[in-house]
């Protein structure tokens, strides 16, 4: 059996609440109201949880020059700054990892929960 991706990671709204409360406790802020899913590859981490230049899927929310990443795999939540981003491009429809291909299942107060597809 394929590892999946435990729910609470794939919830935009959970993921929006949990970098709110990242962007707040560093005391930064940002003009945006939500996350949206990107495929972010690093130059170089800021903590050992992340991986360098390997492609990633995470919720990201834009805060001046950084960005606030919560990974899907991990749950690890990060600030970053832009200069430690090779790439970020935001995911639209489904995406793959390890094998297993996730899709919106639903959406909350607009925000998407994604699920395995198969």
Do not use: W
Request: aromatic share 6%; glycine share 6%.
């Amino acid at each position: 059996m394929m590892r999946t991706i435990a729910a609470q990671n794939l919830n935009a709204y959970v993921a929006n609440q949990i970098i709110d409360n990242a962007i707040i406790a560093s005391g930064e802020q940002t003009p945006y109201k939500t996350v949206h899913l990107a495929k972010i590859i690093l130059r170089d981490s800021p903590t050992h949880k992340l991986s360098v230049c390997v492609p990633m899927y995470a919720f990201v929310k834009a805060v001046g020059e950084k960005i606030a990443v919560r990974t899907l795999t991990t749950g690890v939540v990060a600030l970053l700054d832009n200069s430690q981003v090779v790439s970020a491009s935001e995911v639209k429809g489904d995406f793959t990892i390890s094998g297993v291909t996730y899709g919106i299942g639903d959406t909350i107060n607009g925000f998407p929960r994604y699920k395995v597809k198969h």
